[in-house]
């Protein structure tokens, strides 16, 4: 057999262990029900997260009695693509339902138009739309419902939802989606996984013309994972114009397989860059699509793991609390960079990440001029140690510890 083969039956394995994941929690490993921090607003809303992050498992765990539609089931998919009208007609049909549910709404956006006429005739009844696409949903959805659904982010586990189950080593391998992180053999399926994607949601959806150059600049931007993105080295890498990186980015991007990270210039008393920085949404990702070889050291892949893995955690961490911040990172032109900038209302941090298990004051310079021109920040460095330290006025917290804190609406320390 051949590996695409494999591949292919691979695919088809995880789509069953998604429908048996999230619908029975049977025939893959027994495990027990983790508790997230997502907490469901009142009103309408669309649930944004990529495959596998748990959407379904925690609208099943908290909505059971609720009318769902699961647009991944093909029978309920051609009906609903044939005559979107349908909705109305079940919603008449079930009065004393308050809620409704359509997962994977992407997957057939014209009923967008219908939930649009039952909001305005129903304000009481809340929609919960679900997605793992961005693309068709921001084309057609968030636009044509007018901010009469807010937007809601489910990520993959946080440290401290995981708990004692949280293991660092294994989560900058693996990562922490929880279809990857509850499978049998999390490697195969984190293989699958991405193949999915590249299959099902990319190429199937005629995302991209060449999925041969979509696979080789997967490979070449995993290089960039945790750094400022040079779109033409990207493009000389994969062997193709400068233009159609832009648009694999985008698509990474619609996919929520990927984010750029803005540069902090607020106030600034120095020149800063304005390039972004990019990054996969999940440390596991970024490892298996990263190409390794004799030549690559481990330091190389496990420091922008280590990055990535505290950048998803601050992602989730501002998503789910109730406070409003937002997400930087900061460089100069003259190369000082701190890695995260936590900037809102509530609070104001400064985070340095380096996949060290020593503090050496050289590696604190950064944090040190950031926190000059910025007094009001509380500065902190995290890394790969076991004792947490205040070294000039800065905070040195092992990694592991530091994840297991990250609660929402509780300050980072």
Not at 89 to 113: A, S, T
Not at 306 to 314: F, K, P, R, T
């Amino acid at each position: 057999m051949t590996r695409h083969n494999s591949y292919d039956i691979l695919v088809l394995q995880i789509q069953k262990m998604e429908q048996i994941l999230y619908y029975k929690h049977q025939k893959v490993r027994k495990m027990e029900i983790i508790k997230r921090f997502f907490k469901s607003p009142k009103s309408s809303y669309f649930l944004f997260g990529p495959r596998g992050t748990g959407k379904t498992t925690w609208l099943k765990m908290n909505c059971k009695n609720e009318l769902i539609i699961d647009l991944l089931d093909p029978g309920i998919y051609r009906r609903y693509k044939a005559r979107p009208e349908r909705l109305k007609e079940l919603i008449e049909g079930n009065p004393d339902k308050k809620i409704v549910i359509i997962d994977e709404v992407q997957k057939v956006p014209e009923l967008l138009d219908v939930v649009h006429l039952i909001i305005e005739e129903k304000p009481k009844l809340k929609f919960i739309l679900t997605g793992s696409s961005a693309r068709k949903i921001k084309q057609k959805g968030v636009d044509l419902l007018a901010g009469r659904a807010i937007v809601r982010s489910l990520h993959p586990f946080m440290a401290s939802e995981l708990k004692n189950k949280f293991n660092l080593k294994k989560a900058l391998h693996i990562g922490l989606v929880p279809l990857v992180v509850s499978a049998q053999n999390p490697e195969t399926t984190l293989n699958a996984y991405i193949t999915l994607y590249m299959k099902e949601e990319i190429q199937m959806e005629g995302l991209v013309r060449n999925i041969g150059n979509f696979a080789r600049f997967l490979e070449a931007i995993s290089f960039s994972h945790g750094t400022v993105l040079n779109l033409s080295n990207v493009a000389r890498e994969c062997e193709v114009k400068r233009e159609t990186v832009e648009g694999y980015i985008e698509v990474l991007y619609d996919l929520l397989m990927g984010y750029s990270l803005p540069v902090f210039a607020k106030r600034a008393k120095r020149a800063v860059i304005k390039h972004p920085k990019f990054y996969f949404f999940d440390a596991g990702v970024f490892h298996t699509i990263r190409p390794t070889g004799p030549f690559d050291k481990p330091i190389e892949i496990d420091g922008p793991a280590l990055e990535g893995l505290v950048a998803q955690h601050i992602r989730s961490w501002i998503d789910y609390s109730n406070s409003s911040y937002n997400f930087y990172y900061w460089r100069t032109k003259a190369g000082t960079e701190v890695d995260f900038i936590i900037y809102g209302k509530e609070g104001f941090w400064a985070i340095e990440v380096k996949n060290t298990k020593n503090v050496r004051r050289n590696e604190l310079r950064s944090l040190r001029t950031f926190h000059q021109d910025y007094p009001e920040c509380n500065p902190i460095f995290v890394y790969r140690g076991d004792e947490k330290l205040l070294i000039d006025n800065i905070l040195c917290i092992p990694c592991e510890t530091f994840l297991k804190s990250m609660k929402p609406d509780k300050p980072l320390s």
